[in-house]
């Protein structure tokens, strides 16, 4: 079944509402969201600054099978690093790139949750 045609457009806009861009200080890196069959949501992570729009090459790019799967991974109640693996494991998320990012990733969205990616 195809994803609904606003779903990247939903997901982007809960993103945006839910970013905490002092999860970004000290970083410098650029990640692409994909729900499988739509257009990117590019995000750039500039020392204490999130900002969205198209991006020339991501440093890392993630691939969700839904936009239930997005939400599960990166924003909504619960074990997100547990959802992350299952997801994972069963084939519902792939990820390109820098993958420590990863754990960094999840925490943009997650109050008072700053995950740094291993060095």
């Known amino acids: 079944m195809p ?3 606003n779903a990247t457009m ?3 806009s809960e993103l945006e509402r839910r970013a905490h861009a002092s999860a970004t200080i000290g970083l410098d890196f650029t990640v692409e969201l994909h729900i499988a069959g739509t257009p990117p949501i590019g995000i750039a992570l500039t020392n204490g600054s999130i900002h969205f729009g198209p991006l ?3 440093d890392a790019s993630f691939t969700f099978d839904s936009q239930e799967t997005a939400a599960a991974i990166l924003y909504e109640e619960g074990d997100f690093i547990t959802a992350f693996m299952e997801a994972f494991m069963a084939g519902k998320v792939r ?3 820098n993958l420590p990012f990863t754990f960094t990733l999840l925490s943009l969205f997650r109050p008072g949750l700053h995950l740094r990616a291993p060095d």
Do not use: T
């Open 3 to 5: 994803p609904e045609p």
């Open 10 to 12: 939903q997901l982007r």
């Open 56 to 58: 020339a090459k991501p």
């Open 95 to 97: 990820s390109d790139g």
